[in-house]
């Protein structure tokens, strides 16, 4: 399935990328929204303009977390009237973009959030409309570092305070509030998450009727769908259905009220491999190491929340001896491993191996450490 001809002469480590995979996946997410659904995919999972350009020109949106991702989504050609803009810090010189294009809404997380961007908006002359992030105190099944939805995480405004703070809209001449916005963790893989986050927005949306506050036009839920990194080739497409499905069942919208998600990983994780060369085999009295051309710089999630990419030796696939390395990078720091004790076709210097399921967090989150070039990207055609 990898182009290994093609790559002879390329210099590692680089992500390769599998757009036809992604037009697949963009496919499905589009049968499966309903009209009143809006699917914002969230730039920070990868925001290589040529992946930007593939997913605007599908039609969807975008969530935006920095004036760095409006400027590459409008670059992109996302419409802006489809750009969500949430973030627990926006800037002043963010918030003043956001408004200059004429963003779908901002995603605010406190009052003097709320107060700040009502002072940028009367001295543009615009109105801000604008999503309450409520944090939902929903527990997710994930790791503790992609958790965002209980009250210890920094996100959001607290349940409690929801009305005051919606009145406070009310009061503020340049913001009109539109809607509620939540999330509560990355890679999801237990759909009963998703239907606690919708029981918890029903009771919301109870107490507010109970306070006469009505006619909220939008509830988003945020991303937060997983993908199987275990076996990617047997679930290339997530299971958006199941995931809609969820909160078609579970969460009752008022009539008109549209539905907004923010996906990140379940649109881009599976459609890109980091594709690195084997540097040097050592073994010691009680270790295997493979060495590889890339490291943590080049893909952190290993060695920042102990996740799992499967290590596919794209050189030697038929090779059946297999045996047990732990494959590590070239960075000066011990945290520099990509995977221990990991069974693998005999494997020799210069073969190449791909770490599967890199598309979503991967190179955006690449760095410069150790003085290290960022990887380039290559794609299927
Ligand atoms: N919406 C909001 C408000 C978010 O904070 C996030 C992710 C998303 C949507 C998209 O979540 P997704 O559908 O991709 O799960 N770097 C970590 C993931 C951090 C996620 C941060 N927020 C990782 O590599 O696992």
Partial sequence: ???????????????????????????????????HMHMHYAVKANANPVILRQIAEAGLGADCVSGGEISAALEAGFAPERIVY??????????RLGLENGIFCFNVESIPELEVINQLASELGRTASVCLRINPNVGAHTHANIQTGLSE?????????????????????HVKFIGLHFHIGSQIMEMDDFKALSLRINELQDRLEAAGITGIENINVGGGLGIDYKEPDEHP????????????????LRPGQQLHFECGRAVVGQMGSLIARVLYVKENAIKRFCILDAGMTDLIRPAL???????????NECNNNILVYDIVGPVCESSDVFVKNYGMPETKRGDLVALRSAGAYGEIMASHYNCRPLPQAYFDK
């Fill in 86 to 95: 949430a973030g627990v810090g926006k800037s002043d010189w963010e918030i």
């Fill in 1 to 35: 399935m990898f182009p290994t001809e093609r790559f002879k002469g390329l210099q590692t480590p680089f992500y390769y990328y599998d757009t036809a995979l992604l037009a697949e996946t963009l496919d499905v997410i589009r049968r499966e929204l309903d009209d």
């Fill in 153 to 173: 995480n920094k996100f959001g405004i607290d349940m409690q305070d929801m009305e005051g703070v919606i009145r406070r809209c009310g009061e503020l001449a």
């Fill in 237 to 252: 497409v997530p299971d958006f259905k199941t995931y809609i499905d969820t909160y078609r069942r579970n969460l009752k």
């Fill in 305 to 315: 929340y102990d996740a799992y990419h499967k290590v596919q030796n794209i050189s």
